[in-house]
């Protein structure tokens, strides 16, 4: 049977390029402190949930409270917007493809700066979705296909109507872009420098990172290793078990498309084909990837809503509980049993999970917590 997981073996090693370059120059958080909407998002600590499961201590980064849009993607959308109107003041209209959360927030982040924006959506994202990016004045556009097909059309109308392309995704030839979102969510982590990421060493063992086409990940793992190197904590890539991209490449050792049929109901991660900055990155320094089913997402949904003991309720959405839901598939699935043996969890672990949405299609969130779903 094929495995559910890839064990990697990391060198540790930031090799330099064009997207490097620009992590190493980011101001991100300098940009993103400079807006009347931020704050850091908070750390939430749940010591009863530690001890259920077992391990030292349990903490969730929030972003749901990211700039009033419910998810993280706010950081990379308007860093690389804000990045790319100083290079050329003169854009006039804004695009991408999304699956939700990152085509509403470029839409919030043109608005912001006075531009247009266009999104094109795959054709089974839900209504709630498309209503809440056209509410941040966005135009969408629904593609008769899936994620990589939206991201083409993006591309091709883009090129044709002389829009700028603002993708998390990057390619051949396209690698800017996506570099600048990338750096835009390193300010997730530097906002740990208070709490968890203070000293030359983490004082975190274990971080989990869902991943859909990787630049979160990808984000996640440069800054660990440029920041602490070979001291950095452990860490996971999760994905769906039918969009696995990553975990494929892994496989294949070489960049490769999902051969799952994308039905998920982790809408952000359903993405068939990771970026390529972000593929350069995980290999360097992720220690294992893994792909969980939809009923490890309801079961970290629930678990987290409804919170054990005094510990305080999380609402994370189908996406936001990825990495969450990998521990939960680790712990539960004997497949997964010698991943704890090689990470060594136990009671002194340290975990870090980081919720990236908050009930971000409220239908579908509301039928999982009622267990309708």
């Not at 109507?161 to 030839?173: C, K, R, V």
């Amino acid at each position: 049977m094929d495995k559910n997981f890839y064990k990697n073996s990391p060198n540790n090693i930031i090799n330099n390029n064009q997207t490097i370059s620009l992590l190493k120059k980011c101001k991100a958080i300098e940009f993103h402190s400079s807006l009347p909407e931020y704050s850091p998002t908070p750390l939430i600590h749940l010591p009863n949930l530690s001890k259920k499961y077992n391990v030292g201590n349990i903490y969730v980064k929030d972003e749901s409270f990211r700039f009033g849009l419910n998810a993280f993607k706010g950081l990379g959308a308007s860093y690389a917007i804000h990045q790319s109107l100083i290079e050329n003041p003169e854009i006039g209209t804004f695009c991408t493809a999304t699956d939700g959360n990152h085509g509403r927030a470029v839409a919030w982040a043109a608005t912001k700066f006075g531009k247009t924006s266009v999104i094109f959506v795959p054709k089974d994202t839900t209504v709630n979705r498309i209503e809440a990016i056209e509410n941040e004045g966005a135009k969408v556009i629904r593609v008769n296909g899936n994620y990589d097909e939206a991201c083409l059309q993006a591309e091709n109308m883009s090129k044709e109507n002389d829009w700028t392309l603002i993708q998390d995704m990057a390619w051949e030839g396209y690698t800017e872009i996506p570099a600048l979102i990338m750096a835009g969510y390193l300010t997730m982590f530097k906002e740990l420098e208070d709490s968890l990421h203070t000293d030359n060493k983490s004082k975190i063992d274990l971080v989990f990172l869902q991943a859909g086409v990787g630049s979160m990940a990808g984000a996640g793992v440069y800054y660990y290793l440029n920041r602490y190197g070979k001291n950095r904590p452990k860490i996971v890539i999760v994905e769906p078990e039918q969009a696995d991209g990553i975990l494929l490449s892994f496989k294949n050792n070489k960049l490769s498309t999902s051969k799952g049929n994308n039905n998920t109901i982790m809408a952000g991660l359903n993405c068939e084909t990771p970026s390529m900055s972000a593929w350069d990155l995980l290999k360097s320094g992720a220690d294992y990837s893994i792909k969980v089913s939809d009923n490890y997402a309801k079961k970290a949904i629930r678990e987290l809503y409804f919170p054990t003991g005094s510990d305080k309720r999380i609402i994370s959405g189908e996406s936001g509980v990825g990495g969450f839901a990998g521990f939960l598939a680790i712990i539960n699935e004997n497949e997964f049993s010698t991943i704890i043996e090689d990470l060594e969890i136990n009671e002194n672990t340290n975990i870090l999970f980081i919720s990236t949405e908050g009930d971000t299609d409220k239908q579908v969130f509301n039928k999982i917590i009622r267990e309708e779903i």
